[in-house]
């Protein structure tokens, strides 16, 4: 089973080799990590997404509150949280097949973003299925390329992964 967390950390050189040495040390497998600025320049909000069973996760986030520069931890609920993942997909295609492959596309909510004689490159964000979706419909033209960034998550409705302010919280 897949688990999503969201993680605070101090905006800081050094931090996601520190994270992702964790996850080495302990032999835990990263499926997908996302990091970027949050609202405060100082904080950084990183998406991971892991494989394994609750005793798995529990350690995952065990361990990542035990380092200096993370502020926060969060396991996010399946269900209580919106995911997708942007991706940039090169496909091969001859003039003729420019058609086909921009109505797949627009029925995709896929935009291209580079047409060349013997390519088009799409760029498309949403869930794991619709990225697979997509692939699935364009294999047959016959992919040159696939380039992913990793999950983003965030709650949804009125929660939200807060930076701790002091140790009450």
Same mark, same amino acid.
């Given at each position: 089973?897949?688990?999503?967390?969201? &993680?605070?950390?101090? /905006?800081?050189?050094? $931090?996601?080799?520190?994270? =992702?040495?964790?996850?080495?040390?302990?032999?835990? /497998?990263?499926?997908?990590?996302?990091?970027?600025?949050? =609202?405060?320049?100082? $904080? !950084?909000?990183?998406?991971? &997404?892991? %494989?394994?069973?609750?005793?798995?996760?529990?350690?995952?986030?065990?361990?990542?509150?035990?380092?200096?520069?993370?502020?926060?931890?969060?396991?996010?609920?399946?269900?209580?949280? @919106? !995911? #997708?993942?942007?991706?940039?997909?090169? &496909?091969? #295609?001859?003039?003729?097949?420019? *058609?086909? @492959?921009?109505?797949? =596309?627009?029925?995709?909510?896929?935009?291209?973003?580079?047409? *060349?004689?013997?390519?088009?490159?799409?760029?498309?964000?949403?869930?794991?299925?619709?990225?697979?979706?997509?692939? %699935?419909?364009?294999?047959?033209?016959?992919?040159?390329?696939? &380039?992913?960034?990793? =999950?983003?998550?965030?709650?949804?409705?009125? #929660?939200?992964?807060?930076?701790?302010?002091?140790?009450?919280?």
């Amino acid at each position: 089973m897949q688990h999503t967390l969201s &993680v605070l950390v101090e /905006n800081q050189p050094g $931090v996601l080799s520190k994270v =992702a040495g964790l996850f080495s040390r302990r032999g835990f /497998n990263i499926d997908s990590l996302s990091v970027g600025i949050t =609202a405060d320049p100082s $904080v !950084s909000r990183m998406t991971i &997404v892991v %494989s394994g069973g609750e005793h798995i996760v529990e350690q995952v986030e065990k361990q990542l509150n035990k380092l200096i520069p993370v502020i926060k931890v969060k396991v996010l609920e399946p269900g209580k949280f @919106i !995911s #997708c993942e942007p991706m940039l997909i090169k &496909v091969t #295609c001859k003039t003729k097949q420019h *058609a086909e @492959i921009m109505n797949i =596309a627009e029925l995709m909510s896929a935009s291209i973003v580079d047409v *060349a004689a013997s390519s088009l490159t799409l760029q498309f964000t949403g869930s794991e299925d619709k990225l697979q979706t997509l692939i %699935s419909l364009l294999r047959p033209y016959g992919i040159k390329e696939i &380039v992913r960034a990793g =999950a983003l998550a965030i709650e949804k409705g009125s #929660c939200i992964t807060l930076r701790k302010i002091n140790a009450e919280e």
